[in-house]
């Protein structure tokens, strides 16, 4: 298994760009999330999915959008880039409910200039 | 908000050395996990402790939970060079999200960066 897998794993933008963070995981998990990492603020939950079909909003989720299609992929939308969403992002699924072991990608480096 | 907050911020070490992490949260939890985060990489689970559990231990590490204090400690024994990472404790608040179906969600603390000397 290649576990979940992230890419880019680094990206430039511009303000007011558009692009979309690709997260995929081959465990047949049914959660997945996005979190944000910035230096002092540990991780910020951005959006999550409990199934196909099915997501929800986290702690941070003014700018980006989410879809799940499908159980094994998980794009994060960034709409219209901002300075303020330059970050580390990361993707994680998880096989149950959230409160469970979660499975962390290697992450997407995100800086907008 | 952060639900859980960790203490210290950083740690310096010798190895050999033993490493005491703590991390304190708010609301009452289902459970609390502790992840290790090595440096430009993502974040790897070390263990988790439920609600109704005092202690665990695995490997060289020990966690204890304290609900009515509402705390953690990760306890990493003869410490390592190879532990130098960022240690991060997160925690599943009781709740009901997503249509009445209670998934949970887990909340990150800030992490404390820990630094064994060879």
């Known amino acids: 298994n290649a576990g979940v897998t992230q890419t880019p794993k680094f990206q430039v933008l511009k303000t007011g760009q558009s692009m979309t963070l690709q997260c995929a995981q081959d465990?047949?998990?049914?959660?997945m999330s996005w979190y944000r990492q910035d230096p002092g603020m540990g991780l910020r939950l951005i959006h999550y999915s409990v199934g196909a079909g099915i997501t929800d909003q986290g702690e941070v989720p003014n700018g980006y959008n989410v879809s799940r299609s499908t159980t094994e992929d998980f794009p994060l939308r960034l709409l219209s880039a901002a300075p303020s969403q330059t970050s580390v992002y990361f993707c994680a699924s998880t096989p149950g409910l959230a409160r469970e072991t979660q499975y962390f990608g290697p992450g997407t480096r995100l800086l907008v200039l | 908000s952060q639900q859980g907050e960790e203490d210290p911020q950083a740690l310096s070490i010798q190895e050999g050395e033993n490493a005491t992490m703590n991390c304190s949260y708010k609301?009452?939890?289902?459970?609390l996990q502790w992840y290790r985060q090595n440096s430009g990489r993502g974040l790897v689970h070390l263990i988790l402790i439920r609600s109704n559990e005092r202690e665990k231990h695995s490997g060289r590490l020990r966690v204890t939970l304290d609900t009515s204090k509402k705390s953690s400690s990760l306890l990493i024994t003869a410490s390592r060079a190879a532990d130098t990472a960022s240690y991060f404790c997160a925690t599943d608040a009781l709740g009901i999200h997503a249509g009445g179906t209670s998934y949970g969600k887990l909340t990150f603390g800030q992490g404390t960066i820990l630094t064994v000397h060879p």
């Open positions: 609301t009452s939890i289902n459970n």
């Open positions: 465990m047949n998990h049914e959660y």
